[in-house]
């Protein structure tokens, strides 16, 4: 069974920059969850999609934004870069229920 | 404002030897307590995870210890390997349909041979 595939697995912007990262689901699986990592922070949620609709929100601005396609595939943008926006973005998929896989995740360096 | 708090932030242990962690919570609407291990360059996976109406789970080496009254739990690793070395982290998840899970700043867990 394929595991939670996140792409690009690194990625280098310029401030002020917008960017896309992408997550596919493990199979079956219709939510999928956001994270920020970060030394400072730790792990932050971002929020959270379940059949195309966001369903829960963490406490970050509005450059931070989602959406999930019909096939449970799930996007996630960060426009107008800032250096602190620098993190390893995970994804995580479960199906009903708390079993949270996590991808490998999209390091996002910002220069 | 860390709803979850976690200790020592880093811990050494002979191969052999039992490593703790403990995490405490203030939250009484946490309902699932899981804890998950990160090696570097991949995300978090999940280890073990305990409801709240259970004071203990055991799965192979790995336990969770479980105080409600106290609002704390723990990871025991018995028999601690070199390939246990990782950063570990516990979580909390708010029941009634929330799902953010809640993140303890992370122990990095070093088994010397």
């Known amino acids: 069974k394929a595991g939670v595939t996140q792409t690009p697995r690194y990625l280098i912007k310029t401030r002020g920059q917008q960017v896309t990262l992408s997550c596919s689901p493990i199979?079956?699986?219709?939510?999928v969850s956001w994270y920020q990592q970060t030394p400072g922070q730790g792990l932050q949620f971002l929020f959270e999609y379940f059949s195309e609709t966001q369903r829960n929100k963490g406490n970050f601005p509005g450059r931070f934004s989602g959406r999930q396609f019909s096939n449970s595939r799930s996007e996630m943008n960060v426009s107008t870069l800032e250096l602190g926006d620098s993190a390893l973005y995970l994804c995580?998929?479960?199906?009903?229920?708390?079993?949270?896989?996590f991808g490998s995740g999209t390091r996002l360096t910002v220069v | 404002q860390q709803q979850v708090k976690q200790s020592p932030q880093s811990l050494i242990v002979q191969k052999g030897g039992i490593s703790i962690i403990n995490c405490a919570y203030e939250?009484?609407?946490?309902?699932?307590f899981p804890w998950y291990q990160q090696f570097p360059g991949k995300g978090p996976a999940l280890l073990i995870a305990i409801r709240p109406d259970v004071s203990e789970k055991k799965e192979g080496r790995f336990t969770i210890s479980f105080n409600k009254s106290a609002k704390q739990f723990s990871l025991h690793i018995m028999d601690s390997q070199p390939g246990d070395s990782a950063t570990y982290f516990c979580a909390a998840l708010l029941g009634a349909g929330a799902n953010n899970l809640f993140f303890g700043t992370g122990t990095r867990l070093t088994v010397i041979p």
């Open positions: 939250n009484t609407a946490f309902d699932y």
């Open positions: 995580a998929s479960s199906p009903p229920g708390p079993t949270y896989t």
């Open positions: 199979s079956g699986h219709r939510s």
